[in-house]
C-alpha cells in the first residue's frame, strides 16, 4: 500500500539563470525544517538537491523538482528537458565535468555533484535519453 503524501510541492528551475539558481533548493531545506525533519538529514536532502538544481541551470533548458514527504521518506524527483547525459556511467566518475570555461569561473564544475547526490541519497535512480533530457530521482528514508 503507497503511502499518503504529507506534502507535496513542484519547483520549476529554468536554464542558465543564476539569478534564482538555488532557490528551489532553499525553499526545500526551510520545508523540511518546518515539518520537523532531522537536522542532519535535511543536510543531506539539502546537499542533493542543490547539486541536482543545479546541474538543471548549468546543463539543461528547464526542468522541474518535485519534493514528496510521505511518513516513510522524503523523495525529490528532477526533471529536464535538455542534452540529455550519453555517459551516465562516465558522469558519475568523480571529477569528470562538461563544464565550460565560464562555469568554471563561475565556481562549478568539480565533477562532483552526480557522486555528492549518490553518497547522500538512500536510493539514487539517474535516467537519461540524449537530445531529450534527463530524470533523477532520489529518496531519503525517514
Ligand atoms: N541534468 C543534466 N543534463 C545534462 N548533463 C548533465 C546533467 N547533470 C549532469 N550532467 C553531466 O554530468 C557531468 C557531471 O555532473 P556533476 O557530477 O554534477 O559535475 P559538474 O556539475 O561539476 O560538471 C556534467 O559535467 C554534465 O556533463
Ligand atoms: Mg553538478
Redesign the pocket.
Known amino acids: 500500500m503507497p503511502s499518503e503524501p504529507l506534502f507535496w510541492q513542484r519547483f520549476d528551475i529554468c536554464g542558465r539563470d543564476f539569478v534564482d539558481a538555488g532557490k528551489a533548493s532553499i525553499t526545500i531545506k526551510g520545508i523540511l525544517r518546518e515539518i520537523g525533519i532531522d537536522s542532519s538529514l535535511i543536510r543531506r536532502a539539502a546537499i542533493a538537491s542543490y547539486?541536482a538544481e543545479m546541474?538543471?541551470v548549468?546543463?539543461?533548458s528547464r526542468g522541474t523538482m518535485d519534493l514528496r514527504v510521505t511518513p516513510k521518506d522524503i523523495r525529490v524527483t528532477v526533471e529536464?528537458e535538455?542534452?540529455?547525459?550519453p555517459d551516465i556511467e562516465l558522469?558519475m566518475q568523480e571529477g569528470?565535468?562538461?563544464?565550460s570555461d565560464e562555469i568554471r569561473e563561475m565556481g562549478?564544475?568539480?565533477?562532483?555533484?552526480?557522486?555528492n547526490i549518490k553518497k547522500n541519497a538512500d536510493v539514487f535512480n539517474l535516467h537519461s535519453v540524449v537530445g531529450k533530457g534527463?530524470t533523477l530521482e532520489i529518496t531519503f528514508r525517514l
Open positions: 547539486e546541474n538543471v548549468l546543463y539543461a529536464d535538455g542534452p540529455g547525459i558522469a569528470y565535468s562538461t563544464a562549478f564544475g568539480a565533477g562532483m555533484g552526480l557522486s534527463t
